[in-house]
């Protein structure tokens, strides 16, 4: 390990320009992340890094430490090019097709990242599945290399840990608890956090609950399927969670399914599932992510995309 991390001081040292991003509509981890390397590597080594993201950031990030800094990667000046990448919580190359560019320009890449994926795209990678956030390894690193933290990186990890394990609904080992401990011990205020969390526009909620209102039960109310439709696609903020998990919270509800027409014959499908892994259906329509919460995006009509999820359950 610490070679790794000598190999990671001496690139951020030996770097003109820095890049830092992750997956296209960055989550609570992915966006929290990002922002907070970029101040670790100013704080540790007098660097200013540039933080890039594809899509959007949902609202209820709007408050995170250094928010403001995150660059939509079109606002960028014209062939933009950085000497080095350094890329978080990306979960498979596809996800990093708005980088194209930078990671091919780049003299390096490194990596953090916590999701299993086989083909890494960095040449210094710190990959941990075991991890439930990306911001866990960047933590371990920091510890490892006794780099200073502030309350912007100390904050940014946690929310990261807090938006990644759905408010710690989702640990899976002690070690998220041991490092939250560490976090609070440095300052981090869970209640405030999270508080800061809850930043949601009215039309969101309200869409989401319609959704929530109008879904649909089947399989003796094991699957439950929710759907938003395109003309309420764009009050959607984020991936929809309160919908998943207002749905998750009925007795004898095993699986939930969100169908969003994002537009015309795209469909973004996220699922969840109480203990029965479902990755599997995710990845058999190109899509991944973890065992119990997955997705995918299907060209497909929203009537079309439906019966086939139902069909993928059948025997579930
Ligand atoms: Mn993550």
Redesign the pocket.
């Given at each position: 390990m610490m070679k790794k991390i000598d190999v990671f001081i001496d690139k951020i040292k030996s770097a003109k320009s820095i890049a830092i991003f992750g997956h296209k509509n960055p989550?609570?981890?992915?966006l929290c992340?990002a922002l907070a390397l970029m101040k670790i590597i100013e704080l540790n080594f007098g660097k200013s890094s540039t933080v890039i993201y594809d899509g959007n950031i949902p609202l209820f990030l709007e408050e995170v430490p250094l928010r403001k800094s995150a660059v939509f990667h079109r606002h960028l000046p014209e062939n933009s090019k950085f000497d080095l990448c350094i890329i978080v919580?990306y979960g498979t190359r596809k996800h990093l097709a708005f980088s194209e560019n930078f990671v091919k320009d780049a003299d390096y890449i490194i990596e953090f990242?916590?999701?299993y994926n086989e083909d890494l795209v960095g040449n210094l990678c710190f990959d941990d599945v075991t991890k439930?956030?990306?911001?866990q390894i960047i933590y371990d690193v920091v510890r490892k290399a006794k780099l200073k933290t502030d309350k912007d990186i100390i904050d940014l990890l946690t929310i990261?840990l807090i938006t990644?394990t759905g408010n710690f609904k989702f640990v899976r080992n002690s070690k998220v608890f041991e490092d939250a401990a560490e976090l609070v011990k440095a300052g981090a205020d869970i209640n405030a956090l999270t508080n800061l969390l809850d930043n949601s526009d009215k039309k969101t909620v309200i869409v989401e609950s319609e959704a929530v209102a109008n879904s649909e039960f089947l399989m003796k109310n094991k699957l439950v399927i929710a759907t938003i439709k395109k003309e309420d696609y764009k009050k959607l903020d984020g991936r929809g969670e309160l919908v998943l998990s207002i749905l998750g919270k009925i007795h004898g509800v095993e699986y939930v399914v969100l169908l969003k027409e994002q537009k015309e014959n795209q469909i973004g499908v996220s699922l969840r599932s109480k203990k029965t892994p479902i990755n599997h259906i995710a990845e058999s329509f190109g899509g991944g992510g973890h065992l119990c919460a997955a997705g995918a995006v299907i060209t497909d009509s929203l009537e079309n995309v439906h019966d086939k999820i139902v069909e993928a359950f059948k025997g579930m």
């Open positions: 989550d609570g981890d992915c992340s919580d990242d916590h999701h439930a956030a990306t911001s990261a990644d």
